[in-house]
């Protein structure tokens, strides 16, 4: 362990300790403090904020987060921030209510219970907890999931709620070499054992909003989404939800009965799937009410004229996310009421 120095947040004057060998992000969540983050891989600029005093070291990360200029001015990502001196932070990004009410880090020990294809590379991952009996998290969050053997992790988000007491589900997209998916190939099997941690996101509904809620996802970003309407079902809630998926083909479509269910138990739910390639597609002989044609961001374009008052979550491949948030922009879309999620599958690294 290094030395411990103070790090003092502002505007909210709030105050953590942090070690030297961890980061400031790392050291918030030890602490019950929930900083606004998203890849925690130095990569999405979530937890980008502006060191006002003290000395602050990072390890690498990605330029596309943290331009060389703005380093010189002064801006870090905490996520890869190390202090060695008490230091003063001014947030750029923060929830004053999420800030205060982090659900704490918790370490658990699951077992596979199910691996099911849903597609030709998007698989269900279904675990028990053995060890603690119950994980505590809130609806849209996501876990790391180690890799056996490994001290490496990669992180994917449970697509149940925190009420399925024991049991979690992930939707994980196969990537060929894949660190962990690449496992789901037949190494990985019913009866293993795997170590998590967590819970880590802001991707959660924020519970003092009656905005109209707008989903924007596409492959195994369904997860935390379908954790979102699994929640907003179970607490009965009347808000109304307008859900875009973008796939290639109907054969990249899953869970519609699902979702057909979930949407006849919600006050005013729309599902709109959208195909990019196969634009031939017959939606009634998919079992589909309202389908659409073309890369789901345009989709929403054509369809949401006004989404200036609605709170919209992402989550997807990287590109359908930068996608959304330049499209989200263009409508001028306040980025406080933008939540997402964007995972990559491999670390650039300049």
Same mark, same amino acid.
């Given at each position: 362990?290094?030395?411990?120095?103070?790090?003092?947040?502002?505007?909210?004057?709030?105050?953590?300790?942090?070690?030297?060998?961890?980061? %400031?992000?790392?050291?918030?969540?030890?602490?019950?403090?929930?900083?606004?983050?998203?890849?925690?891989?130095?990569?999405?600029?979530?937890?980008? +904020?502006?060191?006002?005093?003290?000395?602050?070291?990072?390890?690498?990360?990605?330029?596309?987060?943290?331009?060389?200029?703005?380093?010189?001015?002064?801006?870090?990502?905490?996520?890869? +921030?190390?202090?060695?001196? &008490?230091?003063?932070?001014?947030?750029?990004?923060?929830?004053?209510?999420?800030?205060?009410?982090?659900?704490?880090?918790?370490?658990?020990?699951?077992?596979?219970?199910?691996?099911?294809?849903?597609?030709?590379?998007?698989?269900?991952?279904?675990?028990?907890?053995?060890?603690?009996?119950?994980?505590?998290?809130?609806? !849209?969050?996501?876990?790391?999931?180690?890799?056996?053997?490994?001290?490496?992790?990669?992180?994917?988000?449970?697509?149940?709620?925190?009420?399925? +007491? !024991?049991?979690?589900?992930?939707?994980?997209?196969?990537?060929?070499?894949?660190?962990?998916?690449?496992?789901?190939?037949?190494?990985?099997?019913?009866?293993?054992?795997?170590?998590?941690?967590?819970?880590?996101?802001?991707?959660?509904?924020?519970?003092?909003?009656?905005?109209?809620?707008?989903?924007?996802?596409?492959?195994?970003?369904?997860?935390? %989404?379908?954790?979102?309407?699994?929640?907003?079902?179970?607490?009965?809630?009347?808000?109304?939800?307008?859900?875009?998926?973008?796939?290639?083909?109907?054969?990249?479509?899953?869970?519609?009965?699902?979702?057909?269910?979930?949407?006849?138990?919600?006050?005013?739910?729309?599902?709109?799937?959208?195909? +990019?390639?196969?634009?031939?597609?017959?939606?009634?002989?998919?079992?589909?009410? &309202?389908?659409?044609?073309?890369?789901?961001?345009?989709?929403?374009?054509?369809?949401?004229?006004?989404?200036?008052?609605?709170?919209?979550?992402?989550?997807?491949?990287?590109?359908?996310?930068?996608?959304?948030?330049?499209?989200?922009?263009?409508?001028?879309?306040?980025?406080?009421?933008?939540?997402?999620?964007?995972?990559?599958?491999?670390?650039?690294?300049?």
């Amino acid at each position: 362990m290094g030395d411990t120095h103070r790090i003092r947040f502002e505007p909210v004057e709030l105050e953590i300790e942090v070690d030297e060998d961890e980061t %400031i992000l790392d050291a918030a969540f030890r602490q019950g403090v929930s900083l606004m983050h998203g890849c925690r891989e130095g990569q999405c600029s979530a937890c980008k +904020s502006f060191l006002l005093d003290g000395d602050i070291q990072m390890d690498r990360y990605s330029t596309f987060a943290l331009a060389d200029y703005e380093s010189e001015e002064g801006y870090v990502l905490l996520c890869k +921030s190390h202090a060695y001196s &008490d230091c003063e932070i001014e947030l750029i990004n923060y929830d004053e209510d999420e800030l205060r009410n982090a659900v704490p880090l918790q370490q658990l020990l699951t077992r596979i219970v199910a691996l099911t294809d849903l597609t030709h590379d998007i698989v269900s991952l279904e675990v028990e907890l053995i060890e603690p009996a119950a994980y505590t998290f809130k609806p !849209g969050q996501y876990s790391d999931v180690m890799i056996p053997g490994t001290e490496e992790h990669r992180s994917f988000s449970m697509a149940t709620t925190p009420t399925e +007491s !024991g049991r979690l589900q992930f939707i994980i997209k196969r990537y060929p070499g894949g660190r962990f998916s690449g496992l789901l190939e037949g190494e990985l099997a019913v009866g293993d054992e795997l170590r998590l941690r967590g819970p880590y996101g802001s991707f959660t509904i924020k519970k003092d909003s009656e905005r109209d809620i707008v989903c924007i996802g596409g492959g195994a970003g369904m997860a935390p %989404i379908l954790s979102l309407l699994r929640h907003l079902v179970e607490i009965g809630s009347t808000r109304p939800v307008h859900y875009y998926y973008g796939a290639r083909t109907a054969a990249d479509l899953f869970y519609l009965p699902e979702l057909t269910e979930l949407g006849d138990r919600l006050a005013d739910f729309t599902f709109v799937p959208a195909l +990019s390639e196969q634009t031939d597609a017959d939606w009634a002989e998919i079992g589909v009410t &309202d389908g659409d044609f073309g890369f789901v961001t345009d989709v929403v374009d054509r369809r949401e004229p006004d989404l200036t008052e609605a709170e919209i979550y992402l989550c997807g491949p990287p590109p359908m996310v930068d996608a959304a948030m330049r499209m989200l922009d263009g409508k001028g879309v306040a980025r406080e009421r933008i939540h997402f999620d964007k995972f990559t599958t491999t670390i650039p690294q300049t």
